[in-house]
């Protein structure tokens, strides 16, 4: 998964005609840092990844979608697996709708009111 982005990182790159000088120019950093962003020695930030959608043109599902496919496996367990909270906690309310809603998103199902928040 984690090479399977890296690689996609670098056929965008390659696909806009961008050099990797170009790209750390755009970035602000240096060459050797979108090396190593590339080949998966060194992490994106959530600035890495803003900047990378708004260069490329393409938004973060198309960029990083194995790792959203990743995260999309196993988050079902993590939900099933997750402690349930004391019957008069305040948020058992909103933790519930939460969880609905991940569930649902998951699926690929649309939720009404989902403000995109939980």
Not at 89 to 116: C, K, M, V, Y
Request: net charge neutral.
């Amino acid at each position: 998964m984690h090479h399977v982005y890296c690689v996609d990182l670098q056929t965008a790159r390659k696909k806009s005609g961008l050099t990797q000088d170009d790209l750390a120019h755009l970035l602000g950093t240096s060459e050797n840092r979108v090396s190593k962003l590339e080949h998966g020695r060194r992490p994106l930030s959530v600035s890495d990844i803003a900047s990378l959608t708004l260069i490329y043109g393409k938004p973060f599902e198309s960029l990083f979608a194995a790792v959203l496919e990743d995260v999309a496996r196993t988050l079902p367990d993590r939900i099933a697996s997750l402690p349930p909270k004391a019957e008069n906690w305040f948020g058992q309310f909103n933790r519930e709708h939460t969880l609905s809603l991940i569930a649902n998103r998951l699926l690929g199902e649309p939720a009404a009111n989902d403000g995109g928040f939980a």
